[in-house]
């Protein structure tokens, strides 16, 4: 079973318009953590958040903000006032602390475009 | 500070050729990970080593063989290439007390015709 869904295949949108990634995830585990990754078209991936499941506080980094609520098994993504450098695939990643491997399974990835 | 490297960074090889990627790290990292990305299955975990002389299967590792005898030295061998393992593979390394925070490198492209 998919333990990582993010429904969005892809999503485009203007310079300076918000942008909110979705990500829910399944686990049974209490005790996990939550990631995003970015991948530009240059192919790397670059990690961008981690979060414990002991921990919905909310996050801002700049023009990023992450939104985790474990009511709904949800740690969404926002950009704000995006930028044609923000255009990329975005991966949401979960890793439980169950696991003797701590594998991230992630998840399909949506892709960003954004328009000048 | 390099992190975390990958060599050759594109290959092309044969079927049935041995291939090796190279992946070395700065971090003195203990954990590292292989994974392969492909189109329909996002990345997938093909080994992983907790430490020097530890390593363990992750969810399709046929086909392919690790070994660790340094730190910061995680080689990945195609045994004998195949067409279906045509990818882009990642390498990734945490540290033991991060050791939820993996650290990818800049992937090789690996094509086997």
């Known amino acids: 079973a998919q333990k990582v869904t993010q429904a969005q295949t892809e999503i485009s949108v203007v310079e300076k318009e918000d942008v909110t990634l979705d990500c829910v995830y399944e686990?049974?585990?209490?005790?996990?953590?939550l990631f995003w990754y970015k991948q530009p078209p240059s192919g790397e991936l670059v990690f961008l958040i981690r979060?414990?499941?002991?921990?919905?506080q909310n996050e801002i980094s700049g023009r990023y903000s992450w939104n985790f609520q474990k009511s709904t098994s949800s740690f969404n993504f926002t950009i704000t006032a995006s930028q044609v450098v923000d255009s990329a695939v975005y991966f949401c990643?979960?890793?439980?602390?169950?696991?003797?491997?701590?594998?991230?399974?992630f998840g399909a990835g949506t892709t960003v475009t954004v328009r000048a | 500070d390099a992190g975390i490297t990958q060599s050759p960074r594109y290959k092309i090889t044969e079927t049935g050729r041995q291939v090796t990627l190279m992946c070395h790290q700065t971090?003195?990292?203990?954990?590292m990970f292989w994974y392969r990305q492909d189109l329909g299955h996002g990345l997938r975990l093909i080994y992983y080593?907790?430490?020097?002389?530890?390593?363990d299967k992750g969810e399709v590792p046929d086909g392919y063989v690790v070994s660790r005898s340094k730190t910061e030295n995680f080689p990945l061998t195609l045994e004998s290439a195949t067409r279906s393992q045509t990818s882009v593979y990642f390498c990734?390394?945490?540290?033991?007390?991060?050791?939820?925070?993996?650290?990818f490198g800049p992937g090789t492209r690996l094509l086997v015709l």
């Open positions: 971090w003195s990292h203990s954990y």
């Open positions: 990734a390394s945490s540290d033991l007390g991060l050791k939820e925070t993996q650290y």
């Open positions: 979060r414990n499941s002991f921990d919905e």
């Open positions: 080593s907790a430490a020097a002389d530890i390593t």
């Open positions: 686990t049974r585990d209490t005790t996990y953590y």
């Open positions: 990643a979960l890793s439980e602390a169950g696991s003797n491997d701590y594998k991230l399974s």
